[in-house]
C-alpha cells in the first residue's frame, strides 16, 4: 500500500528553535507538498518541489525553509520557531503529471510554546 | 486570484438522511476540481475529481459531485448517510495544471444516530 510517513504525531517546542518536520513517501513520486491546516483557513500550500534539490516557494513561505536531497525525503524546517507557526503540518506526494490525486500522511501537531 | 469557498463550516444530519455540501469555485478556465475527505486524526482521501466531459463525477465511498459551469460549483451529494461518514470535507482546484492544489476551509460533517 502506498504511503507518506510523516516522522513525528505530535511536537512540542519552544520559540526560537529551529524545527525539522520530515516526511518519506515510498511511490517514487516526483512532487512533493508541505501544506499547513489551520481551523476555518483550510489548507494552505507553504513550500513544494517537483524534484530534488528543486523547490518552490507555495502561499505562505514566510518563516519556513524545505530541503529534498532525496527523491523520497522532503524536510520543512522552521529556522526560529514562533507561536504563530503553532499548527498542523501536512505532507503530501504525488506523481508527474496534472489532475493527478496527492496522498496525505496523518500529520504533524505542531505546538510552538 | 482563484479561490474556494465552502460556505458551510458545519453541517448536520442525521444516518439514513440525504447529504450535499457546496462548493463555489473562482477561477478563468475550465478547472481540475477535486473533494477530499479527512477523518479524525488522519491525512486527506481523495473521494472524487474532475477535469472535463460528463459533469456528474462518482467517487469512492457512494459519493457523488455535480459540476455547474453557469454557477461555478461543484457540490458533493451521498444519498444516504452513514455514521461512518463523519469528518471534515475539503473541496479543492489545481491552479494552472501546476499540481498545486487550492483547499476550501472544509465543512465539518456530523451525522446524528
Known amino acids: 500500500d502506498v504511503k507518506v510517513t510523516q516522522s513525528s504525531r505530535y511536537l512540542v517546542k519552544r520559540t526560537g528553535e529551529k524545527v525539522f518536520l520530515e516526511c518519506v513517501q515510498d511511490m517514487d513520486h516526483e512532487n512533493m507538498f508541505w501544506y499547513r491546516q489551520d481551523p476555518g483557513l483550510g489548507l494552505r500550500l507553504i513550500y513544494f518541489?517537483?524534484?530534488?534539490?528543486?523547490?518552490e516557494k507555495g502561499d505562505i513561505p514566510e518563516g519556513y525553509s524545505v530541503s529534498r536531497e532525496k527523491k523520497e525525503r522532503f524536510s520543512l524546517i522552521l529556522e526560529s520557531a514562533s507561536t504563530n507557526q503553532t499548527s498542523m503540518y501536512l505532507c503530501?506526494?504525488?506523481?508527474?503529471?496534472?489532475?493527478?490525486?496527492?496522498?496525505f500522511g496523518s500529520g504533524t501537531q505542531l505546538s510552538v510554546l | 486570484a482563484q479561490s474556494v469557498t465552502q460556505p458551510d463550516i458545519h453541517i448536520t444530519v442525521s444516518e439514513g438522511a440525504s447529504l450535499e455540501l457546496r462548493c463555489n469555485y473562482s477561477y478563468g478556465a475550465t478547472p481540475y476540481l477535486f473533494w477530499y475527505v479527512q477523518s479524525p486524526g488522519q491525512g486527506l482521501q481523495l473521494l472524487l475529481k474532475y477535469f472535463s466531459g460528463d459533469t456528474l463525477v462518482q467517487g469512492i465511498k457512494g459519493f457523488e459531485a455535480e459540476f455547474k459551469r453557469s454557477q461555478s460549483s461543484f457540490n458533493l451529494r451521498k444519498p444516504s448517510v452513514h455514521w461512518s461518514d463523519a469528518a471534515e470535507y475539503f473541496c479543492?482546484?489545481?491552479?494552472?495544471?501546476?499540481?498545486?492544489?487550492?483547499f476550501g476551509s472544509g465543512t465539518r460533517l456530523l451525522v446524528r444516530p
Open positions: 518541489s517537483y524534484d530534488v534539490k528543486m523547490k
Open positions: 503530501a506526494s504525488t506523481t508527474a503529471g496534472t489532475g493527478e490525486k496527492l496522498f
Open positions: 479543492a482546484v489545481e491552479v494552472d495544471s501546476s499540481y498545486k492544489l487550492i
